[in-house]
């Protein structure tokens, strides 16, 4: 897109050992267990990916797609899903998997929805987390990494539908002509 910058922010090998750090976590915490990976759609999708083909237990997935109004950027309180769940969450396990977390609100959202599905227990996976944005609480409770106020793309996660294809994370910064 003409009149932004990439700045690169995460190299592939720093994603790889941060996938495979949670993948490791995870496959020790859900040993046993029937877990279900419920991601959300676009952003998480190739960090799902990733990360399922790195755990060592066997899992279900599934996909759930949020719509949230508000102006550009910015979540604000509207959040509708536009397609649900599909498999049975009764008395499963499920993880959430997100890509950022900002200020907490699509979390919040999905988390007490799928709360209403009865199952065994409900926990989120999140790459990225943007923890001075927070307006609502909400803690991941597996973190690939903090990252600072910026807007991120790359490795699945878009500026108006740009980037997902990368595989390395950046932050975008406007050009500016006046300096050049
Ligand atoms: P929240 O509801 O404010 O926490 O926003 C989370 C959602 O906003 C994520 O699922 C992303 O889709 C999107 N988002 C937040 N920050 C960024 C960013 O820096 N780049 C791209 N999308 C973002
Ligand atoms: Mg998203």
Request: one cysteine or more; a negative charge; charged letters at 30%.
């Amino acid at each position: 897109m003409e009149g932004y910058r990439l700045n690169r922010l995460i190299t592939q090998e720093q994603i790889a050992s941060i996938v495979q750090g949670l993948a490791d976590q995870i496959s020790k915490d859900y040993n046993g267990r029937e877990l279900v990976l419920v991601c959300i759609l676009k952003g998480a999708f190739v960090f799902l990916s990733d990360l399922m083909r790195h755990l060592r237990i066997p899992v279900q997935v599934d996909f759930v797609r949020l719509a949230s109004y508000g102006s550009g950027m910015k979540t604000c309180g509207k959040i509708e899903i536009t397609k649900d769940i599909e498999i049975s969450l009764e008395k499963k396990d499920v993880l959430i998997i997100e890509d950022i977390i900002d200020s907490g609100r699509t979390l919040q959202f999905l988390r007490d929805r799928l709360t209403l599905l009865n199952p065994r227990s409900i926990k989120v996976c999140a790459l990225l987390d943007k923890k001075t944005r927070r307006e609502v609480e909400m803690e991941a409770d597996y973190l690939g990494t903090e990252v600072d106020d910026l807007f991120i793309v790359g490795y699945g996660i878009d500026f108006n539908e740009h980037y997902r294809h990368l595989p390395e994370i950046y932050y975008v910064t406007p050009i500016d002509h006046s300096k050049e």
